[in-house]
């Protein structure tokens, strides 16, 4: 399970303020990702990238901001314009090939109050 | 838009029996397919995944199993031991490098 790392495991703030999560990877992986997860659902894509310096919005990227200056490294802004944003967020990379699965890192909860 | 559906959404399934999950997804396009296993309060970990040009693949007491023509995909896990007892999620890939998700399956196996 190393390789992906993401801090910190669980994560409390006040409503209003704006909060970053931070994604590392060591795998040498040129594409990755930011998923929200529900309790009880799926993975809703948030941004992906593909390479450094670029990325993409995934299906619900209202409310949240990335940047990709390194490879290894992918942080994720719940801003707060993100209506809900109480969630576990899974960050996850893969090689930057066509079709090779993904490795999600361990994942941080976030709570708003 | 791209859209990959799921079922059943709970499965409950003896220790020794098998279990199937389906999924079907929109895209014709789709040539990827990954399965992804979850357990309470952990992250998706890859199990099995195949590609459009083969119709099945086979892990040890897993399979997979293709059919493009009517676009859904099946996971197979024969002889379930309670350690098999995760969410599981299936997903389709379009394009480079973007994957879509099931809504995942909650399998139970009762001891």
């Known amino acids: 399970d190393g390789g992906i790392t993401q801090s910190p495991k669980y994560l409390f703030r006040k409503e209003g303020q704006n909060v970053t999560l931070s994604c590392e990877q060591n795998?040498?992986?040129?594409?990755m990702y930011w998923y929200r997860q529900d309790p009880g659902q799926g993975l809703r894509l948030i941004y992906y990238s593909q390479i450094v310096n670029d990325f993409q919005k995934g299906d619900i990227a209202e409310g949240y901001s990335v940047s990709r200056e390194k490879k290894e490294s992918f942080p994720l802004t719940v801003t707060s314009a993100q209506k809900n944003p109480t969630a576990f967020y899974l960050c996850?990379?893969?090689?930057?090939?066509?079709?090779?699965?993904?490795?999600f890192g361990p994942g941080t909860r976030l709570t708003v109050t | 838009g791209e859209n990959v559906e799921q079922h059943p959404s709970t499965l409950s399934v003896q220790e020794g029996d098998s279990a199937v999950i389906k999924c079907t997804y929109s895209d014709s396009a789709s040539n990827y397919f990954p399965w992804y296993k979850q357990e309470l309060g952990k992250r998706p970990q890859l199990i099995i995944d195949i590609r459009s040009n083969v119709g099945e693949k086979k892990d040890q007491r897993i399979a997979v199993t293709l059919n493009k023509t009517a676009k859904h995909f099946s996971l197979h896990i024969t002889e379930t031991q309670p350690e098999d007892s995760a969410v599981y999620f299936c997903a389709a890939s379009t394009s480079y490098d973007k994957v879509i998700f099931g809504p995942g399956t909650s399998l139970s196996v009762i001891p």
């Open positions: 996850a990379s893969s090689m930057g090939q066509y079709k090779l699965g993904q490795y």
């Open positions: 795998l040498n992986h040129d594409a």
